[in-house]
Antibody
Framework: QVQLVQSGAEVKKPGVSVKVSCKAS????????VHWVRQAPGQGLEWMGW????????NYAQKFRGYITMSRDTSINTAYMELSSLRSDDTAIYYC?????????????WGQGTLVTVSS | DIQMTQSPSSLSASVGDRVTITCRAS??????LAWYQQKPGKAPNLLLY???RLHTGVPSRFSGSGSGTDFTLTISSLQPEDFATYYC?????????FGQGTKVEVK
């Protein structure tokens, strides 16, 4: 079935990087943009950016430019989101999401989420 | 950037109640609006897109309306499984901003 499966939880120290993966299955990976959304503890949803798996093109929210990198490996149908220079307020659940079945840009498929904890 | 403002931020309701949540965009987004439901510890689930189109498998007690800047999500008869947090999101432009969420709690 159509699904996105993310990598497991991470605990990182401030200042280092984290790379979260999102493996797609059940659909043509290169046909649909992959978006990343994060949710800090007890907070709302924050859109971070997208990657076009076909071309590798990206578009990041202004807030994250300079310390976020999205990439993909089409040979294994996997998208990645790397956040560098981590701070404590980067502690959040990170989701990948995509628009697969609707003829819109709404996110009809989500990964299960990856908890990233930044703590010294 | 387009700002999305939801109201209320929380509400208390009983099973069987009619519940209405509003979402206002800071500029015209046509009908480029989605509604999501999120339960604790789970990823969000798409309820509606195009402001009023029900996603596959979503019960018909959920409905959406609006266009331009003002939108509404209505649950016609609240069920026990509907206690959750609801988010609107526009997809008119980048960034794809979410509303701050509305938590529907048991009265």
């Amino acid at each position: 079935q159509v699904q996105l499966v993310q990598s497991g939880a991470e605990v990182k120290k401030p200042g280092v990087s984290v790379k979260v993966s999102c493996k797609a299955s059940g659909y043509t990976f290169t046909g649909h943009y992959v978006h990343w959304v994060r949710q800090a503890p007890g907070q709302g949803l924050e859109w971070m950016g997208w990657i076009n798996p076909n071309s590798g093109g990206t578009n990041y929210a202004q807030k994250f430019r300079g310390y976020i990198t999205m990439s993909r490996d089409t040979s294994i149908n996997t998208a990645y989101m790397e956040l560098s220079s981590l701070r404590s307020d980067d502690t959040a659940i990170y989701y990948c999401a995509s628009s697969i079945t609707t003829l819109s840009y709404a996110f009809d498929i989500w990964g299960q989420g990856t908890l990233v904890t930044v703590s010294s | 950037d387009i700002q999305m403002t939801q109201s209320p931020s929380s509400l208390s309701a009983s099973v069987g109640d009619r519940v209405t949540i509003t979402c206002r965009a800071s500029q015209d987004i046509s009908n480029s609006l989605a509604w999501y439901q999120q339960k604790p510890g789970k990823a969000p689930n798409l309820l509606l897109y195009g402001a009023s189109r029900l996603h596959t498998g979503v019960p018909s007690r959920f409905s959406g309306s609006g266009s331009g800047t003002d939108f509404t999500l209505t649950i016609s008869s609240l069920q026990p499984e509907d206690f959750a947090t609801y988010y609107c999101q526009h997809y008119y432009s980048i960034p794809r901003t979410f509303g701050q969420g509305t938590k529907v709690e048991v009265k």
